[in-house]
């Protein structure tokens, strides 16, 4: 995979799960918050990463994962709330999880939820399992092993 795409699934991740945690309150999203600091080039401009990284909050309200209010400066999008497209997707269910039928149904459906997914794949590190969780975030009903 093109490292830009990889990190494209983490930012957007991050961002996703963010505003998720916050859900319904609109909140700012700092792009330092979602992969920390970034020294600016030589001219003071943020870096290309950073830079990355706010195009990919941008390109997620474009899409309609999110909208926001405002940005500030390079920093962030301010009042920023996931939509209702961004939350079913994060809240359904990934197509392929697999989870123990023994537990209660609300901890099963918690933990087959694409936003688990995108979490776990995020906290292992592991860019292939953060592509599939992408994949069932963006193209609901696929599934890849």
Known sequence: MDLQIGDFYRDAAAALLSLYQA??????????DL????????????SKRHQSCLA???WLAEE??????????????DQAVLTEKGFLRLSGAATDAIVDPTLPPSIRRARSSVANRLREA???GDGEALAIAADALFR?????S
């Open 23 to 32: 859900f319904p309150r609109k909140v700012a999203l700092y792009v330092d």
């Open 35 to 46: 992969i920390g600091p970034e020294e600016p080039d030589e001219f003071g401009l943020p």
């Open 56 to 58: 990919a909050m941008i």
């Open 64 to 77: 309609g994962y999110l909208r926001y209010e405002s940005t500030l400066q390079f920093l962030a999008i």
């Open 122 to 124: 995020l906290a292992s």
């Open 140 to 144: 609901p009903g696929a599934s890849r």
